[in-house]
Each structure stands twice: as C-alpha cells, then as structure tokens.
C-alpha cells in the first residue's frame, strides 16, 4: 500500500508582498511587488514612477542653461556628475572649448562627487545589512566634510548647480584648496578604517559574500555599468575606455573584482574610494591658474543638430542626449539613467534567496530614485 | 532600599530563605511586588537612555541632549508623546487578540524578575526551581509576539511574528543547556542558591556556558544581531508595524524588560549576582545588570543582522553540539574534580572554549542560502 506522499505534503501558497513605495529600504519611494514563499523570494516586479516629475520634457521649455538646477535633481546624491554630464553634451552640441582650469576644477569636484556617492552607497548598505545606523553614520562624517568643500565653492549642500555650459559658475575661493589638501590627507585613513571594521566582518561577509551574484555576461547583456559591472569582473570605465575632460593626464587603476556578489559592490566601491583620491591629489597638484569659464553668452543658442555625451557618473554610465533645432531651448533631452538600467537585472539577482537578501542585493545595487524615474 | 537592608540583616548571611516580613506572607508579597514593579520600570528608563546615549556616543553623534541636564529626561519625553499618539486598529485586525498581545508579551517580563535575587534572600519568592520558571516563563512572551503578528492582519508582521516563533523555540534549547551547566557546578536551581555558590563567578568556570547563554538570550529578546523579528530595513517595525499608542508603548517596555531581564539571569547566573565587596550588594546587582546590558548595546551598534536561515543554522549547528559539549565537560569536571582544584579549572576551560569556538568557525561556509526556484 502506498501513501500519496502529495497529499501528505502541507500545501502552502505563494504570496505577494508590498514593498514599498514607503519603506525604509526602498531608497525613496521605489516599490516592488515580491511573490514569496515562506521567506523565498519567487519573483518580482518593480513599479516606477512615483517620483515622476518630467525632467525630460522639462528641458524643452527651459533655456539650456536654465535646465542645469533641474540635473541636479536627477541623481541627487551626485549632482555634480550630472551637471557635469549635461554642461558636455551642450558644449559638444555647440562646440565650445572649455578653459584648462575648468577642467580641472571640474574634475575634482567630480572625484570628490564618487567619493560622497559611495560613502552613501557603501553607508547605506551596511544599513540595509542591519547594521544599525554605526557604519552609516560613520561614512556620513566624511561626507559631511566632502559636502563643506562643495559648500564652499557652490554655497549648496545638496543641489550644487556648479557648472556651466563652458566652465563652472565661479572660480574656486582661497580657502578651498588647503582645505582639499587636509581632506585628502585624512580621508585614505578613514576608508582603511572602514576597511579594518567591515572587510573581515563575519556577518557581513555571511551576509554579502556570494550573495545575488550576476555573472560577467548578464551584467553586459542587461547594458550595466559602473561599480556593478567592474564588481562581476569586467574592466571598463568611461574615464579609461573613452577618456573624456582630461582623465587622460591622471594616474589611476580601475579596481574590479571577480565574483559579482553583493560583497564584491562593496570592496569595489570602497576601493574606487581610493583611486578618486588619486586623482584628486594629482589635479590638485597640477592645476593651473587662468578663466574658469569660456566666453559664452548667458543664453547658449547651439546650433541644428544632435550630441550625446557619456560620463562615468559614480553609479555608471551616465549619459545626456541633446537635439538642438537651432533655438535657446532643446528640442529633445533625454537621460540615460544609470540606476534604472542597472535595476533592469534585479530580478535575476534576488530569485531565490531569501527576503532579507533581496533587500541587500538592492541596496547593493546603490539606485537613486530620482534618476529612475526622473 | 533602607527597609530591605533591615530585613536582610535580621537573618544569617548565608541563610537563604524569603525575608521574614513581620506581618507574614501577603506584607512581604505586596513590598516585593511593588518594588519589583518600581524596580523594572526605572531601570526601563535607565537602559533606555543609555542606550540612546551609548549608540550616540558610539556612531559619532550626540544622542538625546535636550529633555533635561544630558537628556536623561528623554525616556519620560518618549514615554509621555508615545502615550499621547491615537491608537489605531487596523481595520482586518482581530480586535481582541491584538489588544491582548502587548499585555500577553508584558507579564511575562516583570514575572521573570520574581525569582532574581537582588542580595542574599531579597526576593520575591526563592523557589527551588527558580531558573526552570524562568525559562518556562520567559517563553510565554513568544505568544504575545505570535499574537501581536497573527492579530495586525499585516503580512510583515505575520513574517516577523513567524521568526520569532522559529528562533526562539531553536534558541531555547542551548539556553537551556547552557543553563544546566551552572546547575550542576551550583548543585541547585535555586537562584539564591546559585548565587551563593559563586565563589569564583561562574563566567570563569563556565566561559563557554555564559557565551553561548549570551548569544542564545541575545537572540530570545530579539536584540542584534538577531533582531530579524522587527529587521527595520526589511519587515518595517515587524510584529509591532501595525501598534500605536499606549500598545506600542507596551511593547517598547517589553522590549526592554526583557533586556533587563535577561541581564538580571545572565548576573544572577554566571557574574556573581550581588556578590562584590564594598558597595551594598543590590547596587553590585544593579552595576552588573547594567554592564551585562552595555555590552548588548556594543554588540547591537557594531554588527550587522543574520538572516533566518543563518540564524538557524547557527542555533542547530553551532551553539547546540557546543552547548552539549560544554555540558559534557562540566558533568565530567563536577564528578572527578574535588572543589579544591577548582582554580585550576579556570584556565583549562577558558582554553577549551578557545579551541572550541575556534574549531567550530572553521565549520562556517560562506553564499549558501539560494534556492532553486
């Protein structure tokens, strides 16, 4: 006589959880609708658009350089790198020539941008992780000072709205370099303690290590970029693969790792920590005296045609594409966000691990809501 | 405490009976019932603000500073805003059984404190089988917690209620274990009479009881790294997503009465509980029931969270065979060592904890946990 084991079997039923749009760890107000069961995470599906403001069309009533306060609000933890990617793209679209100085300023504040972005990155997922707020905060000291310097120059703490079509707003004040030259003296210190705390930790590498892992391939196939791509073991990196501004001059090594798992984001970001540093260090040596701005006109009138322009913004590709008809405004912008493309692979990432990994591997996957939904 | 130092010094030091309350049994139940009360409630307060503070001072910021001089008024501010917010049901909810749930997960917590000694004999009830009641009692406040997730109707707290229910029915076994090792160094389960048999704190002769007893309450009272029941990054406030009001306010106070609580058991049991020289004893008591609940703090502000699967992988693999271990070696020591060498023992089984745990890591791989789906 046999038992249908089936029947034996308690049959339970997959369910659906609502995360978000209001949680604490949806960075913003991202939601995802996950089908679990038990704790298993089976599926989700992400819903956007909470945080829709239209940036996009936005730039085709806007005078071009009247769209650069609303860059800021894209990504809004790196506002500089936006700015940055969008003063590019008008300046290639009308072929303007920016001063050496401005380059470097700009390159600069760019580097110090990476730095703060994955501070928060890195900050914010040890929070996801459950560490209660310590390495959090403790990252949030440093940017504070990296948020001062950038007061300093822009007399913002969060939308800088620094850079112009042609250079930067103003040039930087007295006080700022020796107070870039004690930043920099300190922070390598500070990024080997963090590293001397959590490398080794053993929760967190149980937690992170081999956790939500994208191979190689998928990371190239679903179009990643940044800190994610490098972590799954492929070097590329817009600052070296098409060197754009004057990344050229500078020193540095692009770090990968081999694994793609949430610990190796981890390492890669605190090691592009590092090499941000570098290049700080080395612009601020060779900075040359001169404008920080090109003569152009307050209303930039480009002419007839189009202009894309990527940059390695701190959370990947960050890229602007300008169609100008000849007037004061755009006639197209279009964003190619960094962090909705990244999200793109989420799905594959978090299948079958557990609910709190699907948090980490998000959190991993450092998204600003602001530029997924613009 | 005046009143108590009377009582105490009317009987022989070593003499471990109730106090004898002129006026008989009701006189001495209803003073230790209001001291208790009193007791838990202030101390509450206390471990609150240092907690608040010490988390402060450990991520580089202040903490509280405002309510008062160094904001120790901040547990009265919480309490007074926590008790004055509307309280909401929600509306799928089971009316009766999430209005139980916080005083269900409540009484457990004060009841534990009636078998703790605060010095020689001043205790609410010296039972003869004071550390079984505590562990009987102190998983009564899983029903709560069970009740409080299965009556919000709210799937986080359902989740949250449910690894509740999972860790602390794994984690009682080598807290029970761990505690049978100072039950048979001690030769009672008297609490008093532990106490009293603590020459040496059994934190000496029993280094891997009390780690594994630390870790294993850690994870009873949801504490981090085991706080997986209300994972604020994950399950928003878990089992109390759905509380507000003077119910929230209770489960806070649970919260940290169980954290009290299981520092009152871990002094009593393995630091010597009022055993100290120069300070009256229940200020030792006090100082050490503090200590014990800092270094919950350190831990709670240093390490991330573990996951369900780890967290029970952990109970299974790790802390059970250790646990058994540990009681294996202290039955062997107890029945062939003479209470003479008993200095000795302090270094041989400091250095098998060390070889233990440090085998027993060795054990520990890294990225399982995915399932085929």
Same mark, same amino acid.
């Given at each position: 006589?046999?038992?249908?084991?089936?029947?034996?079997?308690?049959?339970?039923?997959?369910?659906?959880?609502?995360?978000?749009?209001?949680?604490?760890?949806?960075?913003?107000?991202?939601?995802?609708?996950?089908?679990?069961?038990?704790?298993?995470?089976?599926?989700?599906?992400?819903?956007?658009?909470?945080?829709?403001?239209?940036?996009?069309?936005?730039?085709?009533?806007?005078?071009?350089?009247?769209?650069?306060?609303?860059?800021?609000?894209?990504?809004?933890?790196?506002?500089?790198?936006?700015?940055?990617?969008?003063?590019?793209?008008?300046?290639?679209?009308?072929?303007?020539?920016?001063?050496?100085?401005?380059?470097?300023?700009?390159?600069?504040?760019?580097?110090?941008?990476?730095?703060?972005?994955?501070?928060?990155?890195?900050?914010?997922?040890?929070?996801? =992780?459950?560490?209660?707020?310590?390495?959090?905060?403790?990252?949030?000291?440093?940017?504070?000072?990296?948020?001062?310097?950038?007061?300093?120059?822009?007399?913002?703490?969060?939308?800088?709205?620094?850079?112009?079509?042609?250079?930067?707003?103003?040039?930087?004040?007295?006080?700022?370099?020796?107070?870039?030259?004690?930043?920099?003296?300190?922070?390598?210190?500070?990024?080997?303690?963090?590293?001397?705390?959590?490398?080794?930790?053993?929760?967190?590498?149980?937690?992170?290590?081999?956790?939500?892992?994208?191979?190689?391939?998928?990371?190239?196939? =679903?179009?990643?970029?940044?800190?994610?791509?490098?972590?799954?073991?492929?070097?590329?990196?817009?600052?070296?693969?098409?060197?754009?501004?004057?990344?050229?001059?500078?020193?540095?090594?692009?770090?990968?790792?081999?694994?793609?798992? =949430?610990?190796?984001?981890?390492?890669?970001?605190?090691?592009?920590?590092?090499?941000?540093?570098?290049?700080?260090?080395?612009?601020?040596?060779?900075?040359?005296?001169?404008?920080?701005?090109?003569?152009?006109?307050?209303?930039?009138?480009?002419?007839?045609?189009?202009?894309?322009?990527?940059?390695?913004?701190?959370?990947?590709?960050?890229?602007?594409?300008?169609?100008?008809?000849?007037?004061?405004?755009?006639?197209?912008?279009?964003?190619?966000?960094?962090?909705?493309?990244?999200?793109?692979?989420?799905?594959?990432?978090?299948?079958?691990?557990?609910?709190?990994?699907?948090?980490?591997?998000?959190?991993?996957?450092?998204? =600003?809501?602001?530029?997924?939904?613009? | 405490?005046?009143?108590?130092?009377?009582?105490?010094?009317?009987?022989?030091?070593?003499?471990?009976?109730?106090?004898?309350?002129?006026?008989?049994?009701?006189?001495?139940?209803?003073?230790?019932?209001?001291?208790?009360?009193?007791?838990?409630?202030?101390?509450?307060?206390?471990?609150?603000?240092?907690?608040?503070?010490?988390?402060?001072?450990?991520?580089?910021?202040?903490?509280?500073?405002?309510?008062?001089?160094?904001?120790?008024?901040?547990?009265?501010?919480?309490?007074?805003?926590?008790?004055?917010?509307?309280?909401?049901?929600?509306?799928?909810?089971?009316?009766?059984?999430?209005?139980?749930?916080?005083?269900?997960?409540?009484?457990?917590?004060?009841?534990?404190?009636?078998?703790?000694?605060?010095?020689?004999?001043?205790?609410?009830?010296?039972?003869?089988?004071?550390?079984?009641?505590?562990?009987?009692?102190?998983?009564?406040?899983?029903?709560?917690?069970?009740?409080?997730?299965?009556?919000?109707?709210?799937?986080?707290?359902?989740?949250?209620?449910?690894?509740?229910?999972?860790?602390?029915?794994?984690?009682?076994?080598?807290?029970?274990?761990?505690?049978?090792?100072?039950?048979?160094?001690?030769?009672?389960?008297?609490?008093?009479?532990?106490?009293?048999?603590?020459?040496?704190?059994?934190?000496?002769?029993?280094?891997?009881?009390?780690?594994?007893?630390?870790?294993?309450?850690?994870?009873?009272?949801?504490?981090?790294?085991?706080?997986?029941?209300?994972?604020?990054?994950?399950?928003?406030?878990?089992?109390?997503?759905?509380?507000?009001?003077?119910?929230?306010?209770?489960?806070?106070?649970?919260?940290?009465?169980?954290?009290?609580?299981?520092?009152?058991?871990?002094?009593?049991?393995?630091?010597?509980?009022?055993?100290?020289?120069?300070?009256?004893?229940?200020?030792?008591?006090?100082?050490?029931?503090?200590?014990?609940?800092?270094?919950?703090?350190?831990?709670?502000?240093?390490?991330?969270?573990?996951?369900?699967?780890?967290?029970?992988?952990?109970?299974?693999?790790?802390?059970?065979?250790?646990?058994?271990?540990?009681?294996?070696?202290?039955?062997?020591?107890?029945?062939?060592?003479?209470?003479?060498?008993?200095?000795?023992?302090?270094?041989?089984?400091?250095?098998?904890?060390?070889?233990?745990?440090?085998?027993?890591?060795?054990?520990?791989?890294?990225?399982?946990?995915?399932?085929?789906?």
């Amino acid at each position: 006589m046999t038992i249908e084991t089936k029947e034996m079997m308690l049959r339970t039923e997959p369910f659906v959880l609502n995360f978000g749009p209001v949680h604490p760890s949806t960075h913003g107000v991202y939601r995802m609708r996950a089908t679990l069961d038990g704790e298993v995470v089976l599926d989700i599906e992400p819903v956007f658009g909470y945080l829709h403001r239209g940036i996009e069309k936005l730039a085709e009533q806007r005078t071009f350089t009247g769209f650069i306060p609303l860059t800021d609000r894209l990504d809004y933890v790196s506002s500089m790198s936006n700015n940055l990617a969008y003063v590019m793209a008008v300046e290639k679209l009308a072929g303007i020539k920016v001063p050496e100085r401005a380059e470097y300023i700009r390159v600069i504040m760019a580097e110090l941008q990476r730095i703060a972005n994955h501070l928060i990155a890195n900050g914010s997922f040890l929070n996801d =992780c459950g560490a209660y707020f310590t390495p959090f905060l403790y990252m949030f000291r440093e940017r504070e000072k990296i948020i001062d310097l950038f007061e300093m120059v822009s007399g913002q703490r969060l939308t800088y709205n620094y850079m112009r079509v042609g250079g930067v707003s103003q040039d930087i004040p007295d006080e700022f370099l020796p107070a870039l030259a004690k930043f920099v003296k300190q922070m390598p210190g500070k990024v080997d303690e963090y590293d001397r705390l959590l490398k080794q930790n053993e929760i967190l590498l149980a937690r992170a290590k081999g956790v939500g892992i994208i191979s190689k391939e998928q990371a190239v196939n =679903c179009g990643i970029s940044g800190p994610i791509l490098r972590a799954s073991g492929v070097k590329w990196d817009w600052r070296r693969a098409d060197p754009y501004s004057i990344y050229d001059r500078f020193e540095f090594d692009i770090p990968t790792a081999s694994d793609g798992d =949430c610990y190796d984001r981890f390492r890669v970001r605190m090691e592009e920590m590092r090499q941000s540093l570098r290049i700080v260090e080395q612009a601020m040596k060779q900075i040359p005296a001169g404008p920080v701005r090109a003569e152009v006109p307050h209303i930039v009138r480009p002419p007839a045609g189009e202009a894309y322009v990527h940059i390695e913004a701190p959370k990947g590709e960050l890229g602007f594409y300008l169609v100008s008809d000849d007037s004061i405004a755009a006639y197209r912008c279009h964003v190619r966000p960094t962090s909705l493309i990244n999200l793109t692979a989420l799905r594959e990432m978090v299948r079958g691990w557990k609910i709190a990994d699907l948090i980490i591997i998000f959190g991993s996957i450092d998204i =600003c809501l602001g530029e997924v939904d613009r | 405490m005046a009143i108590v130092d009377l009582v105490i010094n009317t009987q022989h030091p070593l003499q471990a009976v109730p106090p004898d309350w002129p006026g008989g049994f009701w006189w001495h139940w209803l003073f230790f019932t209001v001291v208790l009360i009193v007791f838990v409630l202030v101390m509450v307060m206390a471990v609150i603000y240092i907690e608040r503070r010490g988390m402060g001072r450990m991520q580089s910021r202040l903490g509280p500073n405002r309510t008062g001089p160094f904001g120790i008024f901040q547990p009265v501010a919480d309490a007074v805003k926590v008790l004055l917010k509307e309280n909401i049901v929600p509306t799928n909810a089971d009316k009766l059984v999430h209005w139980l749930a916080p005083v269900v997960a409540f009484a457990p917590a004060l009841l534990i404190f009636a078998v703790v000694p605060f010095q020689n004999g001043a205790l609410l009830a010296d039972l003869d089988i004071g550390i079984l009641y505590v562990v009987a009692i102190s998983s009564v406040s899983t029903l709560g917690i069970f009740m409080a997730g299965w009556g919000s109707s709210n799937k986080y707290s359902l989740l949250g209620a449910m690894r509740n229910v999972a860790a602390i029915v794994s984690y009682e076994i080598p807290l029970v274990l761990a505690v049978v090792g100072v039950v048979l160094i001690a030769g009672s389960l008297s609490m008093n009479q532990i106490v009293l048999a603590q020459g040496i704190p059994f934190i000496l002769l029993q280094p891997l009881g009390f780690l594994i007893f630390f870790i294993a309450g850690c994870a009873e009272i949801n504490r981090s790294p085991f706080d997986l029941m209300e994972a604020d990054s994950e399950l928003v406030a878990g089992f109390h997503t759905e509380y507000s009001g003077m119910k929230f306010a209770m489960f806070y106070l649970v919260e940290y009465a169980e954290a009290v609580a299981i520092s009152a058991i871990i002094t009593t049991l393995f630091l010597g509980g009022w055993r100290g020289p120069v300070l009256p004893p229940w200020l030792w008591f006090i100082v050490k029931v503090v200590i014990v609940f800092f270094v919950m703090v350190w831990t709670r502000t240093t390490l991330p969270r573990i996951r369900i699967d780890q967290l029970m992988a952990f109970a299974w693999k790790c802390l059970f065979p250790l646990a058994v271990i540990n009681l294996l070696i202290t039955a062997l020591q107890v029945l062939t060592l003479s209470q003479d060498l008993i200095w000795v023992m302090i270094p041989v089984n400091i250095a098998i904890m060390a070889v233990l745990v440090l085998l027993w890591s060795k054990f520990f791989k890294l990225g399982w946990g995915r399932v085929e789906v």
